[in-house]
């Protein structure tokens, strides 16, 4: 049967981007998820080939201008891709994905010329791949108030500290470095092969379980003022406008894990009998299923919206952020619905149910915590109260 998402999607884009979508989608489904079962029973991060695969389809390079070598697609395509992928693992998707929302967009955005001609081109293979260094050990939501320090030495910059959570440091050739300076914050590019500059992958962790997440730790390591990205005393306006992007990305994600649930709900309900009939018969089965689908078209059409704003140079903070928190929250509690109805099978790993439930949590705290976000998205609606 045909994916519910798929039919939404044919009325929300147009020709071209539909069939960009659809190509993602048989690519993962035909070269990368035939092995990722085998991956998540072994603890495995993606490995290279898969990701050399995903840099030959371009996947790396859809938002870079073709002038740097990349696709020249717009934000549109970016969150195509999140849905494609998506759909089949969050760890997958979010790999292309957070390097381009979060890796090469700030070069994008705030790069020199020079920095732009330097990094954009292998960016957009994968040859080169950025992390977003904001988050840290005791800097979560306050972001806006990093530890890492960048002091001012004899020709350049000398940083200390320790970012973490930060996505594809596995395969980072830089990090986009948010730093404490004498007046504000200001972003750094640090090679990760610096001296200096320390990763660790992060162990324990129980979800984006194919995803790369690393601990970088910076110990007196040497800039100069060319690695200095955007302005001196500015680095947070570069971050806030990042996880813009990155905020409709992790809709995309959790509508992905949320169509992917639809389907499988809605075809095991009608193959799987009890009380002389099937399940899907029931009442409270109907209930969920048809909520699942509310909310997803919902979803998408909230989302399409956005995305176009993006890409005009209109959209909120706050409307990012909403959409941010509604999709996650949506689609992790309907997740818990749909593994009930489904019963003991929904356990198992094959079903696929439970990596979208464990993956959701991440929607609800990566980008910016939900708690934190209503905070940011409530100021516009009571201006005259002041959020400490």
């Not at 035939?34 to 790396?60: H, K, V």
């Not at 292998?122 to 040859?127: E, N, R, S, Y």
């Not at 949320?258 to 075809?267: E, I, S, V």
């Not at 299923?289 to 993006?310: F, H, P, S, V």
Request: aromatic share 8%; net charge negative.
């Amino acid at each position: 049967m045909k994916r519910i998402i798929d039919s939404y999607l044919e009325k929300l884009v147009d020709d071209d981007k539909l069939l960009f979508y659809q190509t993602v989608s048989d690519f993962a489904e035909e070269n990368i998820m035939p092995n990722w079962l085998d991956w998540e029973r072994n603890n495995q991060l993606i490995p290279d080939s898969a990701i050399d695969a995903i840099g030959a389809m371009g996947l790396f390079g859809t938002t870079i201008s073709e002038d740097y070598g990349g696709q020249g697609g717009s934000q549109l395509d970016l969150i195509l891709m999140g849905l494609s992928l998506g759909y089949h693992a969050q760890s997958l998707a979010i790999t292309p994905g957070a390097a381009s929302s979060l890796g090469a967009k700030p070069i994008q955005l705030f790069g020199s010329e020079k920095q732009k001609q330097t990094h954009l081109p292998d960016l957009a293979t994968g040859k080169r791949m950025f992390v977003f260094g904001l988050s840290e050990p005791g800097r979560g939501s306050d972001a806006a108030h990093p530890q890492v320090h960048a002091s001012k030495v004899d020709g350049g910059w000398q940083i200390k500290g320790e970012k973490c959570w930060s996505t594809n440091a596995k395969w980072a050739s830089h990090v986009v470095v948010h730093a404490l300076t004498d007046n504000g914050t200001t972003c750094f590019i640090v090679p990760m092969d610096a001296p200096g500059v320390n990763y660790q992958e992060m162990t324990g962790k129980d979800l984006w379980k194919q995803s790369s997440t690393g601990s970088i730790a910076f110990d007196e390591v040497k800039v100069t003022d060319d690695d200095i990205l955007g302005e001196i005393d500015n680095g947070f306006k570069i971050m806030v406008q990042t996880l813009n992007g990155g905020r409709l990305f992790i809709a995309s994600l959790s509508l992905a894990s949320l169509a992917f649930a639809l389907d499988k709900c809605r075809f095991y309900a009608q193959e799987r009998e009890q009380f002389d009939g099937p399940i899907g018969r029931f009442q409270r089965v109907q209930d969920v299923i048809l909520d699942m689908d509310i909310a997803l078209e919902q979803g998408l059409n909230w989302l399409i919206t956005l995305t176009n704003q993006y890409d005009s140079g209109t959209l909120t903070k706050e409307s990012a952020a909403k959409i941010k928190i509604d999709c996650s929250r949506k689609a992790s509690d309907l997740l818990t619905l749909a593994m009930e109805i489904c019963g003991g099978v929904a356990s198992l790993d094959e079903f696929g149910l439970t990596r979208h439930h464990r993956d959701l949590f991440v929607c609800r705290v990566g980008e910016g915590s939900n708690f934190a976000l209503k905070s940011l998205a409530t100021r516009p609606l009571m201006p005259d109260i002041t959020l400490q």
